[in-house]
C-alpha cells in the first residue's frame, strides 16, 4: 500500500503488495463489476448495457474514492452496477444470480492465480530467479485478495452482493425495512473493519479458504505445489 512508503520505506514486499493493489483497481474489481453487467444482460435487462457497464474498461466500473481507499488503506469498492430487476423473468431469482456473479468471478480468479504460482514455481524452481519468486508472490497475494472480495461481498447485509442473496429468503416487506438501514450499515461495517474486531476473524476465514484453493491447485504438482 501506498502508506507503507512512507512508514517503513521502500522494500520489495511493499512494491510487490503495490503492484496488487494497483492491479486490483485497474483489472480485478472492473472483471467483479463486468461479471454482474454480463449476467444481468443475459438474464433479460439491459441496464448494465445502457449504462455503458458491460465492459471490460476500469474507467466504466471505478470509483475515485473507492479506487483511493484500495491504494491507502488496503480496500475500498467499486461503482455498483444499476440493475432493474423486473426485467427478470424472476426477479428475486434474477437478482441472486446477478449477485452471485461478481463473487464468483472472484473465486475463479482465485484459482487461475494460484495455478500461475503454480507453474511459475515449479517452471523456475531451480534458477533462484527474483522475477519468478516476485510473479509467484504477486500471483499468491492476487488470489488472497480475490477470496477476500468474494467472501466480503457474500455477507448478507447491505449494500454487498450477498444482501441481494438474502432478498431470496427473506419476505420483501422484512428486506426492504433492512434496507432503509443501508447508510448506517455501510458505517458500522466500515468500524468494524478498522477497529479490527470484524477484520481478524475474516482474515481467518479468508486463510482457510485461501489452504483450500491451492491445496486443490497444487495437487497435480505433489510436493513443488506452492504451500500458504
Given at each position: 500500500m501506498i502508506l507503507d512508503l512512507f512508514r517503513n520505506g521502500f522494500s520489495l514486499q511493499t512494491l510487490v503488495?503495490?503492484?496488487?493493489?494497483?492491479?486490483?483497481?485497474?483489472?480485478?474489481?472492473?472483471?467483479?463489476?463486468?461479471?454482474?453487467?454480463?449476467?444481468?444482460?443475459?438474464?433479460?435487462?439491459?441496464?448494465?448495457?445502457?449504462?455503458?457497464?458491460?465492459?471490460?474498461?476500469p474507467l466504466a466500473h471505478l470509483d475515485i474514492f473507492g479506487s483511493l481507499m484500495i491504494l491507502l488503506c488496503g480496500f475500498g469498492y467499486a461503482k455498483p452496477v444499476g440493475v432493474n430487476p423486473r426485467n427478470f423473468k424472476n426477479p428475486k431469482g434474477g437478482m441472486a444470480i446477478t449477485a452471485l456473479a461478481g463473487p464468483g468471478s472472484n473465486l475463479l480468479m482465485s484459482l487461475i492465480f494460484a495455478l500461475l504460482a503454480n507453474c511459475v514455481n515449479i517452471a523456475y524452481m531451480?534458477?533462484?530467479?527474483?522475477?519468478?519468486?516476485?510473479?509467484?508472490?504477486?500471483?499468491?497475494?492476487?488470489?488472497?485478495?480475490?477470496?477476500?472480495?468474494?467472501?466480503?461481498?457474500?455477507?448478507?447485509?447491505?449494500?454487498?452482493?450477498?444482501?441481494?442473496?438474502?432478498?431470496?429468503?427473506?419476505?420483501?416487506?422484512?428486506?426492504?425495512?433492512?434496507?432503509?438501514?443501508?447508510?448506517?450499515?455501510?458505517?458500522?461495517?466500515?468500524?468494524?473493519?478498522?477497529?479490527?474486531?470484524?477484520?481478524?476473524?475474516?482474515s481467518a476465514l479468508c486463510t482457510i479458504i485461501m489452504r483450500l484453493i491451492f491445496t486443490l491447485v497444487g495437487l497435480p504438482f505433489g510436493s513443488y505445489a506452492v504451500t500458504i
Amino acid at each position: 500500500m501506498i502508506l507503507d512508503l512512507f512508514r517503513n520505506g521502500f522494500s520489495l514486499q511493499t512494491l510487490v503488495n503495490l503492484l496488487v493493489r494497483v492491479f486490483t483497481v485497474f483489472c480485478i474489481l472492473p472483471i467483479h463489476e463486468y461479471a454482474h453487467a454480463w449476467t444481468a444482460t443475459k438474464l433479460g435487462d439491459d441496464t448494465p448495457r445502457l449504462q455503458g457497464r458491460l465492459s471490460l474498461n476500469p474507467l466504466a466500473h471505478l470509483d475515485i474514492f473507492g479506487s483511493l481507499m484500495i491504494l491507502l488503506c488496503g480496500f475500498g469498492y467499486a461503482k455498483p452496477v444499476g440493475v432493474n430487476p423486473r426485467n427478470f423473468k424472476n426477479p428475486k431469482g434474477g437478482m441472486a444470480i446477478t449477485a452471485l456473479a461478481g463473487p464468483g468471478s472472484n473465486l475463479l480468479m482465485s484459482l487461475i492465480f494460484a495455478l500461475l504460482a503454480n507453474c511459475v514455481n515449479i517452471a523456475y524452481m531451480n534458477t533462484g530467479a527474483t522475477v519468478a519468486s516476485v510473479t509467484v508472490q504477486f500471483c499468491a497475494i492476487a488470489a488472497l485478495i480475490n477470496v477476500s472480495l468474494a467472501l466480503f461481498n457474500l455477507i448478507p447485509i447491505p449494500p454487498l452482493d450477498g444482501s441481494r442473496i438474502l432478498n431470496v429468503i427473506l419476505p420483501s416487506k422484512y428486506y426492504f425495512q433492512i434496507m432503509k438501514y443501508e447508510r448506517f450499515i455501510v458505517i458500522g461495517i466500515f468500524v468494524l473493519m478498522v477497529s479490527g474486531i470484524f477484520s481478524r476473524p475474516f482474515s481467518a476465514l479468508c486463510t482457510i479458504i485461501m489452504r483450500l484453493i491451492f491445496t486443490l491447485v497444487g495437487l497435480p504438482f505433489g510436493s513443488y505445489a506452492v504451500t500458504i
